[in-house]
């Protein structure tokens, strides 16, 4: 069983997104992304700030060295998509500074808030008072941003809205899906906090109703394209949880069954002995599957950014593509 766990671990290791390369100008748009943090943070009651911000640091496992890098653990296309949309649409004029540190503000919390809910949920950042603290906060962060983009565009209270619906009615709408293609859908809704700065900022610099879409449509295929590869890398994590990922969904019915009672977990759970999940696994080439489809997420996305000129948030979407492509050695299981 050890040895199982431990096959599947170290192919899902080997699944890794390209590095795109980061200029000195996206580092510094970057730094003011991680500044928006340390401003939620010193908006905490002051007995509690430093508290806060260590026990932060420890749940993203940041050293002093990178203290202010709290967004790490993330692809740069989750926030380079503000940054390029800004170079792609200069020619309409730039934002005035304070709307577009009001765009940085709502994104940046959309991003811990996503680090926050999901830990939380599954238990790896404790519910302490701390944390429900900075949770809250960073939800009020967010919201008073977006009250000030409403103040100068009431139709922008209405695209938050409708994405804050998405996202937690989809938190609880896991019933019923049955497909990769419905799992996908549902993954999209989940992204809701996060579509809302691309979109806001779309529509502050162009107006332009199909260009709105586009952005929306190339940040959730690459947001899909990530989730699926987080699939495939914690597959051991989610076969002992029992959690219904991509990889389960594109499991047979037997291979299902064996997925929920946890055949590489406890061996008083088996109720068939004669299941082998690896098997199972290379022989219906899930990882294969699910390789392609990450590949297709993010040849849409970069496709679409191309057709509407948003070139470098392309060229970024190719280089997370390139160790998964199809002429590359494939990482079956």
């Known amino acids: ?37 340390f401003l939620i943070i010193k908006s905490l009651p002051a007995s509690v700030q430093t508290r806060v911000l260590l026990e932060l640091m420890d749940h993203l496992g940041l050293s002093a060295r990178n203290a202010s890098d709290f967004f790490a653990g993330f692809y740069t296309p989750a926030w380079s998509i503000l940054y390029w949309l800004a170079v792609s649409f200069s020619h309409n004029g730039k934002l005035p500074a304070a709307e577009m540190k009001n765009i940085k503000s709502v994104h940046a919390s959309a991003m811990l808030l996503h680090l926050l809910d999901d830990h939380l949920h599954d238990g790896e950042i404790p519910a302490t008072h701390l944390t429900i603290l900075l949770r809250s906060q960073v939800w009020m962060f967010m919201n008073q941003a977006l009250q000030r983009i409403a103040e100068s565009d009431s139709s922008g209270a209405a695209i938050a809205e409708r994405f804050l619906d998405d996202y937690y009615a989809s938190t609880v709408a896991s019933q019923g899906v049955d497909s990769l293609d419905a799992y996908c859908d549902l993954f999209k809704k989940q992204m809701g906090t996060g579509f809302i700065a691309p979109v806001l900022m779309a529509k502050k610099l ?13 940040y959730g295929a690459f947001g899909t394209a990530w989730r699926l590869l987080d699939d495939l890398q914690d597959i051991p994590q989610d076969l002992q949880t029992g959690a219904k990922s991509a990889v389960y969904i594109c499991l047979p019915e037997e291979g299902r069954r064996s997925w929920e009672n946890n055949c590489l977990g406890d061996d008083s759970a088996k109720t068939d002995p004669s299941m082998d999940i690896v098997a199972c696994l290379k022989e219906n080439k899930v990882t294969e599957k699910i390789q392609q489809r990450i590949c297709s997420e993010l040849d849409s ?7 509407f000129k948003i070139k470098g948030f392309a060229r970024e979407l190719r280089r997370l593509r390139e160790p998964l492509m199809p002429n590359k050695e494939p990482h079956a299981l």
């Open 1 to 37: 069983m050890e040895g199982k766990l431990q096959y599947l671990t170290q192919r899902g290791a080997t699944l890794q997104f390209g590095k795109p390369e980061i200029s000195k100008v996206q580092n510094e748009f970057y730094d003011d992304l991680n500044n928006e943090i």
């Open 301 to 307: 996305a970069a496709s679409i950014s191309d057709a």
């Open 206 to 218: 162009t107006a332009d109703d199909q260009v709105i879409k586009a952005v929306q449509a190339t």
